[in-house]
């Protein structure tokens, strides 16, 4: 698959003073990998994507707004600049502050086994978003796109794969009467395929092409799929939820790298006289062997996993979290350490909500005065209560909360949307 959502020339630069090959970092919705300089692989460079992309950093007048319109303070993950781009979210801001009505959008590719800490961000920031704006949620789960893009999966698996997902979903607190979760091969059909249809009418083979690097040996299935994904940012598709009204926007908080679906989906709301969703787009979280890529769920040692155990995710960070200390006490004291680097300390950033710790925790890293140990015991201690409180949530979801959450006529209170 060609990466045609970020190439670019390849410049050469100068870097302490020899010409070296600076190697284009890769951001698609297939692979992400930093760039590359003399061989050495850099963590992924978030304001070059905003610029290749097109979006808009979320700054500081768009969090005093935020909490202007909202009166909640921004989440964690917009006060670290975790969620730190977006394409119209004051188009969202305004709705609410007029109260007009939108909705929230977001998805999951399903897998064998359970997801791992970086898959529950965007699930996390979505439950926190629900309950400041009391919206309505679609989950997607593109069990559709896995068979078609894993040749050695068969349907009935990838199908099977997004039920057991709808669990792990519901364990992060959601409640079926405000959230709608659905497997593409489940649920396709009626006005979701009208608007499918639609859509796909829209794109040509050179947009997909354009956006997604296909290349003469893609099979079709590939190409056809952005039409799929597009299709729930419109409400539209959601008579169950949303009647027959066509002017309920969405927000849609998802990884910076699925930004080329819907940069097509806005693309294609004007021609078919919808409402452009916005989005919200956030980091990935690194493996554990560094910054310079994502988890992995293919990559045992690369992840924690929600259902590894105390003991597992201790030996994990223990084992293969990469470290921005020094190798000697002496090295320590002369020079520090650098949070910056360090996983354990950028693990923290994104599950600590206390400000002043991660600051307190940064200087005094840099200053030596604590070591690497110390900070991943921190980390060991955090990520064991936050997976170890998920898996107790996760026990209490029954067959029959399944069920309600993949039904698309549970009743749901947003349906008075309909009548407004």
Known sequence: MAEATTATDVPTIELEGLAVQDVAQKVTPWDV????VNGVKLAIDYDKLIVQFGTRRIDEAMLERFTKVTGHAPHLFLRR????????????LDRHEQGKPFYLYTGRGPSRGHMHIGHMLPFVFCKWLQ?????PLV?????DEKFLYKSDLKAEQTYQYAVDTVREIAAIGFKPEKTFIFSNMGFMGGAFYRNVLKISRCITYNMARSSFGYTETDHIGKIHFPSIQAAPAFCSTFPAIFGDRTDIPC???CGIDQDPYFRLTRDVAKPLKFKK??????QFLPALQGVTTKMSSSID????????????????INKHAFSGGPTSLRELEEFGSNPDVDISYQYLTYFVDDDQEIADLAVSYRRGEITSGAMKKRCIEVLQKFVGDFQEREKAITQADVEDFMNPDYPRPFAA???K
């Open 33 to 36: 990998e930093g760039p590359e």
């Open 81 to 92: 600049g975790i969620f730190f781009s977006h394409r119209e979210l004051d188009v969202i």
């Open 131 to 135: 309950d400041v704006f009391d919206v």
């Open 139 to 143: 989950v997607q789960l593109t069990d």
């Open 251 to 253: 927000l849609i908080p």
């Open 277 to 282: 969703p916005s989005l919200i787009h956030g």
């Open 301 to 316: 040692s690369s992840a924690i996993f929600m259902d590894d155990s105390p003991n597992v995710i201790k030996n994990k």
């Open 417 to 419: 949307l309909a009548k």
